[in-house]
């Protein structure tokens, strides 16, 4: 069974800095993407960054600069370092692990990150 552990949420106030990390456990995850994703309130869900097995990012626009992913194999541990935060930044960020070609994926529960003055 597939356990997801995801903390460092929280409230912050724009310009400030937040580190997520997600623990994956109940399998090897080291050739899967790791990634986060977030959904505001009244908006979709959408990518925010992803690591490959390999070590290459992928990161949102909107985040690009300001947000930096990381990942430990060994660990089965995705990080996600978040810097200058904007109050549009504010939602639940979900952690997500795929593997694309065994058409697998499994979502965190998601930590919320609350970006206000």
């Known amino acids: 069974q597939v356990q997801f552990v995801e903390s460092g949420g929280g409230l912050v106030k724009p310009g400030g800095s937040l580190s997520l990390s997600c623990e994956v456990s109940?399998?090897?995850?080291?050739?899967?993407?790791m990634g986060w994703y977030r959904q505001a309130p009244g908006k979709e869900r959408e990518l925010v960054a992803i690591?490959?097995?390999?070590?290459?990012?992928d990161y949102a626009d909107s985040v690009e600069g300001r947000f930096t992913i990381s990942r430990d194999n060994a660990k089965n541990t995705v990080r996600l370092q978040m810097n200058s935060l904007e109050p549009e930044d504010t939602a639940v960020y979900y952690c997500?692990?795929?593997?694309?070609?065994?058409?697998?994926?499994?979502w965190g529960k998601g930590t919320l990150v609350t970006v206000s003055s």
């Open positions: 690591i490959t097995s390999g070590g290459n990012t």
């Open positions: 109940g399998s090897s995850f080291s050739l899967y993407v």
């Open positions: 997500n692990v795929r593997h694309y070609a065994m058409n697998v994926e499994y």
